[in-house]
């Protein structure tokens, strides 16, 4: 079975864009009817986006609301910010397969194989890959490469949940989930979720779901109430363990569970050997939102 993590090569066309894409513009896309599709297949159109260097207001901005210091090094997890709207461009394309209404983020695994400078120039490349069925429909792979020069230092792959919808029988099968690590004897942090964080973390990151701003959109896809990014948490578990996160690491996580906005959670990081494993629970520990692993390379 193939490496999750690996950065993978195929042949495609790669489509160079002048400047990130528009998100409000690809939402409202999104809203319209889609045409009707005999196969489903996945795009083989590559997106390249080539970013000088980083936005430093936008930059402390997303350190701000995911608790990150401000320094001269990129978060781990900023770049997916950056990859996002060429992440929706391929999920709004035509040939598509999945409506990008309803789709859930359920599981992120970063690959960095050194920091990120605020001042590198960054070339981004964002694919479609990997469809395969999910006992509640079909899954899907974005992943987000990052060079720097001709060097691959860090990739992203971001497992996407289209409920009910259905996979050719040829899809590839779906890489097992990362077992929850035993956490007993860990000290939790608490935090307390923020109602208006799903506002404030789509302000930067441009993820304006409907299901993470208002209860209300939210109940009309099934969710009780408005909840939490997932990449927001995966951060904010990252920005926790602070300096005690290797520099070149693999950082795996699968969201389990919604985070609702509002809510009381506790935070449980132990460390492995090597690394750390990681949780996000209900503040009574009956819930589990997220699991995930931080490994050095």
Same mark, same amino acid.
């Given at each position: 079975?193939?490496?999750?993590?690996?950065?993978?090569?195929?042949?495609?066309?790669?489509?160079?864009?002048?400047?990130?894409?528009?998100?409000?513009?690809?939402?409202?896309?999104?809203?319209?009817?889609?045409?009707?599709?005999?196969?489903?297949?996945?795009?083989?159109?590559?997106?390249?986006?080539?970013?000088?260097?980083?936005?430093?207001?936008?930059?402390?901005?997303?350190?701000?609301?995911?608790?990150?210091?401000?320094?001269?090094?990129?978060?781990?997890?900023?770049?997916?910010?950056?990859?996002?709207?060429?992440?929706?461009?391929?999920?709004?394309?035509?040939?598509?397969?999945?409506?990008?209404?309803?789709?859930?983020?359920?599981?992120?695994?970063?690959?960095?194989?050194?920091?990120?400078?605020?001042?590198?120039?960054?070339?981004?490349?964002?694919?479609?890959?990997?469809?395969?069925?999910?006992?509640?429909?079909?899954?899907?792979?974005?992943?987000?490469?990052?060079?720097?020069?001709?060097?691959?230092?860090?990739?992203?792959?971001?497992?996407?949940?289209?409920?009910?919808?259905?996979?050719?029988?040829?899809?590839?099968?779906?890489?097992?989930?990362?077992?929850?690590?035993?956490?007993?004897?860990?000290?939790?942090?608490?935090?307390?979720?923020?109602?208006?964080? $799903?506002?404030?973390? /789509?302000? %930067? !990151?441009?993820?304006?779901?409907?299901? @993470? *701003?208002?209860?209300?959109?939210?109940? &009309?896809?099934?969710?009780?109430?408005?909840?939490?990014?997932?990449?927001?948490?995966?951060?904010?578990?990252?920005?926790?363990?602070?300096?005690?996160?290797?520099?070149?690491?693999?950082?795996?996580?699968?969201?389990?569970?919604?985070?609702?906005?509002?809510?009381?959670?506790?935070?449980?990081?132990?460390?492995?050997?090597? $690394?750390?494993?990681? /949780?996000? %629970? !209900?503040?009574?520990?009956?819930?589990? @939102? *997220?699991?995930?692993?931080?490994?050095? &390379?």
């Amino acid at each position: 079975m193939s490496d999750p993590n690996a950065l993978a090569e195929r042949a495609a066309d790669v489509v160079s864009l002048g400047r990130s894409p528009r998100l409000p513009r690809l939402y409202a896309r999104a809203l319209r009817p889609r045409p009707r599709r005999v196969e489903t297949l996945l795009p083989q159109t590559q997106l390249e986006l080539t970013v000088p260097a980083a936005d430093l207001d936008h930059l402390a901005a997303y350190s701000r609301v995911c608790g990150f210091p401000i320094g001269d090094r990129l978060p781990p997890t900023y770049p997916h910010v950056l990859a996002f709207p060429l992440q929706v461009q391929q999920m709004t394309a035509d040939d598509f397969p999945f409506a990008l209404a309803g789709m859930v983020h359920i599981r992120n695994v970063i690959n960095q194989q050194r920091p990120l400078l605020v001042t590198d120039a960054l070339r981004i490349r964002v694919r479609a890959e990997r469809l395969a069925a999910h006992e509640k429909g079909a899954q899907v792979d974005l992943v987000n490469e990052v060079y720097v020069g001709d060097d691959p230092v860090w990739v992203s792959r971001s497992t996407y949940l289209a409920r009910g919808a259905a996979a050719p029988g040829t899809a590839t099968a779906p890489e097992p989930e990362v077992p929850a690590a035993d956490l007993s004897g860990a000290l939790p942090m608490h935090w307390r979720v923020p109602r208006d964080l $799903g506002r404030r973390y /789509a302000g %930067v !990151s441009g993820d304006i779901n409907p299901i @993470h *701003l208002h209860p209300l959109a939210a109940r &009309l896809f099934g969710f009780p109430g408005a909840i939490a990014h997932g990449m927001w948490t995966k951060a904010r578990c990252l920005a926790a363990l602070g300096p005690r996160v290797p520099t070149a690491m693999t950082i795996d996580v699968s969201f389990r569970r919604p985070l609702p906005l509002g809510s009381s959670v506790r935070f449980l990081a132990k460390g492995s050997s090597p $690394g750390w494993d990681v /949780a996000v %629970v !209900s503040s009574r520990g009956a819930k589990t @939102h *997220l699991t995930g692993s931080v490994r050095p &390379l």
